[in-house]
Nanobody
Framework: QVQLVESGGGLVQSGGSLRLSCAASGFTVSSYAMGWYRRAPGKQRELVASITSGGNTNYADSVKGRFTISRDNAKNTVYLQLNSLRPEDTAVYYC???????????????WGQGTQVTVSP
């Protein structure tokens, strides 16, 4: 059974840091593209960062130089390090696994439940 469980969110002051974790089960994170998305109040969900199975990373312009996506294959976990946080980074952050083959007949995207990040001025 494929499952993604995020953790690490919280309340932090502007300029602070957090590290989000996305623990995966039911598949191997190193075999698939993984991404972190966020949804701010009143806004659409947007891609923040992604990492391919080959380890290539991509970032939204708004977080380049501040956020870092990484992967620990031994722990089957994907991380998002958030530095120099700003109030506009306040959102629910979601982990996504792309096109996971959960069964021979089933390929699907999977999402975690989300973790709240709140940045105070």
């Amino acid at each position: 059974q494929v499952q993604l469980v995020e953790s690490g969110g919280g309340l932090v002051q502007s300029g602070g840091s957090l590290r989000l974790s996305c623990a995966a089960s039911g598949f191997t994170v190193s075999s698939y593209a993984m991404g972190w998305y966020r949804r701010a109040p009143g806004k659409q969900r947007e891609l923040v960062a992604s990492i391919t199975s080959g380890g290539n990373t991509n970032y939204a312009d708004s977080v380049k130089g501040r956020f870092t996506i990484s992967r620990d294959n031994a722990k089957n976990t994907v991380y998002l390090q958030l530095n120099s946080l700003r109030p506009e980074d306040t959102a629910v952050y979601y982990c996504k696994a792309d096109r996971v083959r959960a069964a021979p007949w089933l390929i699907s995207d999977y999402w975690g439940q989300g973790t709240q990040v709140t940045v105070s001025p």
